[in-house]
Nanobody
Framework: QVRVVESGGGLVQAGGSLRLSCTTS????????MGWFRQAPGKEREGVSC????????DYADSVKGRFTISRDNAKSTLYLQMNNLKPEDTAMYYC????????????????????WGQGTQVTVAS
């Protein structure tokens, strides 16, 4: 059974930092492109960042460039999202996801490209 589990969310003040983790099992983690997504109440799900199978290629939403950093540790089957200089508009449920097929091409931040999803971890940024 494939499992994708996020952790590391919480309540922080504006300007603070959090590091989200995503632990996977039941899939070939090292061979799949992965991404972070978020959804605020009443808003559409949006892509935050993605990373290629090797970690050499990454992409970010314009709203988080320069503040968030995605990385992966294939030996631990874990994906990370370092979030710095957090803003109230970053408040959302954050989801980790993996694509269903192996690819060496550039990753995508489109949610429709992903198949395996975690349950989410809540990030709340107070102003």
């Amino acid at each position: 059974q494939v499992r994708v589990v996020e952790s590391g969310g919480g309540l922080v003040q504006a300007g603070g930092s959090l590091r989200l983790s995503c632990t996977t099992s039941g899939l070939s983690f090292a061979n799949l492109r992965m991404g972070w997504f978020r959804q605020a109440p009443g808003k559409e799900r949006e892509g935050v960042s993605c990373i290629s199978w090797s970690g050499h290629n990454t992409d970010y939403a314009d709203s988080v460039k320069g503040r968030f950093t995605i990385s992966r540790d294939n030996a631990k089957s874990t994906l990370y999202l370092q979030m710095n200089n957090l803003k109230p508009e970053d408040t959302a449920m954050y989801y980790c996801a993996a694509e269903s097929h192996v690819s060496f091409l550039t990753c995508s931040t489109s949610p429709s490209s992903y198949y395996y999803w975690g349950q989410g971890t809540q990030v709340t940024v107070a102003s």
